[in-house]
């Protein structure tokens, strides 16, 4: 099945500081990837989509300021949470999908795990 | 629009008992539906999809659902429960696909020997 990797797999950082979280798709080109955050025992709310060379899709409610999203390349997209602060701690949750053959799914990756101090 | 409601934040169940998780569903369109698993701290695995074949889906770990239009329904069951299935359970609706998916608020199933 289709793989997608984030990276780092958790990260604690001072308030201020900005931390980029990695999301690769390991072996399909993912045309579209997104982005979700999970506060403990809640469930997945979408922050973004994003397509491989355009400007990501934020949906309302999140600051296009505070999270930057890259999708550079059909196998790399980096979300970069700016000046953090504690409220932003919280599981950040990557998937990727394609439009190629028949793939009709998203593949989640293993989560990012931020905690800001 | 599209939004999926999970009925019961918690189900318990005994080992070797069955298990049913409710999911309905609203969308404009013929929805695409899943089912995924979520292990503490970690990402979601894929149960099972719906993707407008048949309407009975079997997925991994013995998991099956029917999709109902009538009854805009997509619940989830396993005859027999393992303590292995203890987990979060999250159904969730597309419009397709790869597309934008809007998920339930998850069920937290528990399993008693």
């Known amino acids: 099945g289709a793989v997608v990797s984030q990276h780092p797999s958790w990260v604690i950082c001072k308030s201020g500081t900005s931390v980029k979280i990695e999301c690769r798709s390991l072996d399909f080109q993912a045309t579209t990837m997104f982005w979700y955050r999970q506060f403990p025992k809640q469930s997945l709310m979408l922050m973004a989509t994003?397509?491989?060379?355009?400007?990501?899709?934020?949906e309302q409610g999140v600051e296009k300021d505070k999270f930057l999203i890259n999708h550079a390349s059909l196998t790399l997209s980096t979300l970069t949470v700016t000046s953090a602060h504690p409220e932003d701690s919280s599981f950040y949750i990557c998937?990727?999908?394609?439009?190629?053959?028949?793939?009709?799914?998203?593949?989640f990756g293993p989560g990012t795990r931020l905690t800001v101090l | 629009a599209q939004s999926v409601t999970q009925l019961g934040s918690h189900v318990s169940v005994s080992e070797g008992a069955l298990v049913l998780l409710r999911c309905n569903y609203s969308?404009?369109?013929?929805?695409?539906l899943f089912w995924y698993v979520q292990y503490p701290n970690q990402g979601l695995q894929l149960l099972l999809k719906?993707?407008?074949?048949?309407?009975l889906v079997k997925g991994i770990n013995g998991f099956e659902a029917e999709f109902k239009k009538s009854e805009t329904s997509f619940h989830l069951t396993k005859p027999s429960a393992h303590m292995s299935d203890a987990a979060e359970y999250f159904c969730?609706?597309?419009?397709?696909?790869?597309?934008?998916?809007?998920f339930g608020t998850g069920t937290q199933l528990k399993v008693e020997l």
């Open positions: 994003s397509n491989e060379g355009s400007k990501a899709t934020y």
């Open positions: 969730a609706v597309s419009t397709g696909g790869g597309n934008k998916l809007t």
């Open positions: 969308s404009s369109v013929p929805p695409y």
């Open positions: 719906y993707t407008s074949a048949a309407t």
């Open positions: 998937s990727a999908s394609s439009l190629a053959g028949s793939m009709n799914e998203q593949f």
